[in-house]
């Protein structure tokens, strides 16, 4: 029972602080500079972006709360990284057109703020953060593609591998794992997606599928991971996610071979 009532109260205050409006606030000022960065280039750019880290990492840490050693610190970065993403992604639209998506673009940054918030008192879902993460990294490689073009593999991938890992590093973290383990389980997860998007500048495949693949790697690396540390056994999950990861691969030869 009384632990029933602590839930509770963690949940009430939880409820107080998504009413509260510098979480409004912060989602929609990080809109405001996703919708400058996809009206503008070069320096406005970049200070979009800087601005956005800045002010997302310290509204993260002043609305999420404390850190606490069991969570890990990634949980931070993640409403930033989903605003860079959506500044990035919304190049690949017509100014114009994006300019009208800035609404959108706020609920879904409140959507992670009010996520992350959740997870920090107990309550948050598994399975809504996992696919949060693929959204996010999906995003953030369709605009990296689109702003350096896949002729130039070098910055791209790079630029790729390090959300990636600021992203495995928020997946470790909630799947228990801390510390040196979660980095090291981020930096196997991050290379293994620098590969297959290494592989798919290859193929050069059109549109946001190679995007696609890309986020699709880091699912299936994810889960995988996970199912390990359940105690499945190797041959079930090389089975399982490698007939998902051979899926992916299958329809990427096919968009190369359309397009």
Same mark, same amino acid.
């Given at each position: 029972?009384?632990?029933?009532?602590?839930?509770?109260?963690?949940?009430?205050?939880?409820?107080?602080?998504?009413?509260?409006?510098?979480?409004?606030?912060?989602?929609?000022?990080?809109?405001?500079?996703?919708?400058?960065?996809?009206?503008?280039?070069?320096?406005?750019?970049?200070?979009?972006?800087?601005?956005?880290?800045?002010?997302?990492?310290?509204?993260?840490?002043?609305?999420?709360? *404390?850190?606490?050693?069991?969570?890990?610190?990634?949980?931070?970065?993640?409403?930033?990284?989903?605003?860079?993403?959506?500044?990035?992604?919304?190049?690949?639209?017509?100014?114009?057109?994006?300019?009208?998506?800035?609404?959108?673009?706020?609920?879904?940054?409140?959507?992670?703020?009010?996520?992350?918030?959740?997870?920090? +008192?107990?309550?948050?879902?598994?399975?809504?953060?996992?696919?949060?993460?693929?959204?996010?990294?999906?995003?953030?490689?369709?605009?990296?593609?689109?702003?350096?073009?896949?002729?130039?593999?070098?910055? *791209?991938?790079?630029?790729?591998?390090?959300?990636?890992?600021?992203?495995?590093?928020?997946?470790?973290?909630?799947?228990?794992?801390?510390?040196?383990?979660?980095?090291?389980?981020?930096?196997?997860?991050?290379?293994?997606?620098?590969?297959?998007?290494?592989?798919? +500048?290859?193929?050069?495949? *059109?549109?946001?599928?190679? *995007?696609?693949?890309?986020?699709?790697?880091?699912?299936?690396?994810?889960?995988?991971?996970?199912?390990?540390?359940?105690?499945?056994?190797?041959?079930?999950?090389?089975?399982?996610?490698?007939?998902?990861?051979?899926?992916?691969?299958?329809?990427?030869?096919?968009?190369?071979?359309?397009?």
């Amino acid at each position: 029972m009384m632990d029933g009532m602590l839930r509770g109260s963690r949940a009430q205050r939880l409820l107080q602080r998504i009413d509260r409006p510098e979480v409004v606030g912060l989602s929609l000022v990080l809109a405001v500079l996703a919708a400058v960065g996809w009206v503008s280039g070069g320096t406005w750019l970049a200070v979009a972006v800087g601005l956005q880290l800045a002010i997302g990492g310290a509204g993260a840490v002043r609305l999420i709360g *404390p850190a606490r050693p069991e969570l890990g610190l990634a949980r931070y970065a993640t409403p930033a990284i989903t605003a860079l993403s959506l500044t990035l992604a919304g190049r690949l639209l017509a100014p114009g057109t994006a300019v009208l998506l800035t609404p959108l673009a706020a609920v879904l940054i409140w959507a992670v703020l009010w996520l992350e918030m959740r997870t920090a +008192v107990g309550l948050g879902a598994r399975t809504t953060l996992d696919l949060a993460l693929v959204g996010i990294l999906f995003l953030a490689a369709a605009g990296i593609w689109r702003l350096f073009g896949q002729s130039t593999w070098p910055p *791209p991938l790079a630029l790729i591998g390090l959300v990636s890992f600021v992203l495995a590093v928020r997946a470790a973290e909630g799947r228990g794992s801390t510390g040196l383990r979660a980095l090291g389980l981020a930096l196997l997860h991050s290379l293994a997606v620098a590969q297959a998007g290494a592989a798919l +500048v290859l193929l050069a495949l *059109p549109g946001v599928a190679a *995007p696609a693949v890309v986020a699709l790697s880091f699912y299936v690396w994810g889960g995988a991971v996970e199912a390990l540390d359940e105690g499945r056994s190797n041959r079930s999950v090389a089975l399982e996610f490698g007939a998902l990861a051979l899926l992916g691969l299958l329809m990427a030869l096919l968009l190369h071979q359309i397009g």
